[in-house]
């Protein structure tokens, strides 16, 4: 099954703001299809969709699911866009870093060492 992105690289924030909308719709409707238990994220810009869609459901009483996220190792000293949002926001369960820095700069966050 294929997750739409909400922004390919190199797209203009202007225009993302439409594909998000899709992939936003596209995420529910996997959401209400599938059901998952787990979300795991990890990827680009599939994650946020998904994870916004599983944040409202939990807003109003709807726990399918519980969201893990897990930031890029590449990500050494801030986080991605992406994982600060979803970090700010709350809107995952569980959030790890696989930097130790990263975890003094974000103390929700949790590090295990290299992950993936």
């Not at 739409?4 to 797209?11: A, D, H, I, T």
């Not at 909308?21 to 994650?47: D, E, F, S, Y």
Request: glycine content about 6%.
């Amino acid at each position: 099954m294929q997750i739409y992105r909400s922004r390919e690289v190199g797209q203009s924030y202007i225009t993302s703001v439409g594909t998000t909308l899709i992939a936003i719709a596209h995420a529910l409707w996997i959401m209400i299809k599938i059901r998952p238990q787990v979300i795991l994220c990890n990827g680009p810009g599939t994650r946020l969709p998904l994870c916004v869609i599983a944040f409202l459901f939990k807003l109003v009483g709807i726990r399918w699911s519980s969201t893990i996220y897990v930031e890029s190792i590449a990500r050494v000293r801030r986080l991605s866009l992406s994982g600060l949002l979803l970090y700010k926001l709350h809107m995952v369960d569980q959030f790890f870093v696989q930097w130790p820095q990263l975890q003094k700069i974000y103390p929700r966050s949790h590090y295990v060492g290299c992950l993936m």
